[in-house]
């Protein structure tokens, strides 16, 4: 079990520009989740996928945002024409599935928009 | 609207204080997950708790669920410095999404 692995650890783009984190989620996990989190809040659901299927997008996920699973292992997010809202903390997570199921979280991608 | 509402949202105490910080809800949920986070790091899973009335202790650490299912307590007895972080519960809704929503966390400092 090599963790939950998240790359850059730090992005600082300029607004406009477009954003591309990636996500490398435990190797037996079949789902795996993006969350959103800003300074002094929990984390915000985004997206998840079972497998390379996505399942459910939060309405927070506007048109600029995608993510993506192609083959059911890494996980891609996208930001599009950034907004200087769009800086926060973006945490990706996996685990089996199941409503017990606890989440294995990574260190997260640090976006500042200036 | 918040759909788990954590208190107290900022708490700094002494070293070797005992302190309670709670999850509270409406809602009823499936089970209920406790996480702690440190500055850049994600959050790690402390333990989860199912059955209504549940009790389960992890160290000093004790957590409850209430009988309902809509709340949740963390005691910790004896706090260190060491436990300073943010403690987030997170919840799924029966028969929904299996997605988990998190409360907006207490924010502990121990101060030694």
């Known amino acids: 079990d090599t963790g939950v692995s998240q790359d850059p650890r730090h992005k600082i783009t300029k607004r406009g520009q477009n954003v591309t984190f990636r996500c490398d989620p435990i190797s037996e996990h079949n789902r795996l989740y993006w969350y959103r989190q800003t300074l002094g809040q929990g984390p915000e659901f985004l997206t998840y996928f079972q497998n390379e299927a996505q399942l459910e997008k939060s309405r927070l996920l506007s048109d600029r945002f995608s993510a993506e699973r192609p083959k059911g292992s890494f996980s891609t997010l996208e930001i599009q024409r950034t907004e200087q809202g769009d800086s926060a903390m973006y945490l990706c997570?996996?685990?089996?599935?199941?409503?017990?199921?606890?989440?294995?979280f990574g260190n997260g991608t640090r976006l500042t928009v200036t | 609207t918040q759909l788990l509402e954590q208190s107290p949202q900022f708490l700094s105490i002494q070293e070797g204080e005992n302190l309670t910080v709670y999850c509270n809800s409406s809602s009823v949920f499936s089970s209920l997950q406790w996480y702690r986070q440190e500055p850049g790091e994600g959050p790690v899973l402390l333990v989860t708790?199912?059955?209504?009335?549940e009790v389960k202790k992890l160290k000093r650490l004790t957590f409850q669920f209430g009988d309902a299912r809509k709340d949740s307590s963390l005691h910790i007895t004896a706090a260190q410095p060491g436990d300073t972080g943010l403690y987030l519960c997170?919840?799924?809704?029966?028969?929904?999404?299996?997605?988990?929503?998190f409360g907006k966390g207490t924010k502990l400092t121990v101060n030694p």
């Open positions: 997570a996996s685990n089996r599935g199941g409503y017990n199921s606890p989440l294995h």
């Open positions: 708790v199912v059955t209504g009335g």
């Open positions: 997170a919840g799924a809704r029966p028969g929904g999404s299996e997605k988990l929503v």
